[in-house]
């Protein structure tokens, strides 16, 4: 079964760090792109951070969080740094469909459950 598992999220206070894990499992995970978004309430999901499938490309929206990937142990990693209020959210790892990670929900096709981020002032 295609699976995606998000953990590592929290009540933390502003300007904490944080370092969310995502496994994989019922695939090969070393042949896809994979990426994080995030969806606060009442907002669309949006774009994190990405990562190419042997991680010699990435991209992350926020100078605070980087983006890893362990291919030996099907995972995927955010280090977010001094957090923020604003980051409140939930946060989902994904799998891209195909080539290099992109920026849009509808380039990914394999979602995690989702982990709770909240950060309070």
């Known amino acids: 079964q295609v699976q995606l598992f998000e953990s590592g999220g929290g009540l933390v206070q502003t300007g904490a760090s944080l370092r969310l894990s995502c496994t994989a499992s019922g695939w090969t995970f070393p042949n896809y792109a994979m990426g994080w978004f995030r969806q606060a309430p009442g907002k669309a999901r949006e774009f994190v951070a990405g990562i190419s499938w042997n991680g010699a490309s990435f991209q992350s929206v926020e100078r605070r969080f980087d983006i890893s990937r362990d291919n030996n142990n099907n995972a995927v990693y955010l280090q977010m740094n001094n957090l923020k209020p604003e980051d409140t959210a939930v946060y989902f790892c994904?799998?891209?469909?195909?080539?290099?990670?992109?920026?849009?929900?509808?380039?990914?096709?394999?979602w995690g459950q989702g982990t709770q981020v909240t950060v309070s002032a």
């Open positions: 994904a799998r891209g469909r195909s080539g290099p990670y992109g920026r849009s929900t509808g380039e990914y096709d394999v």
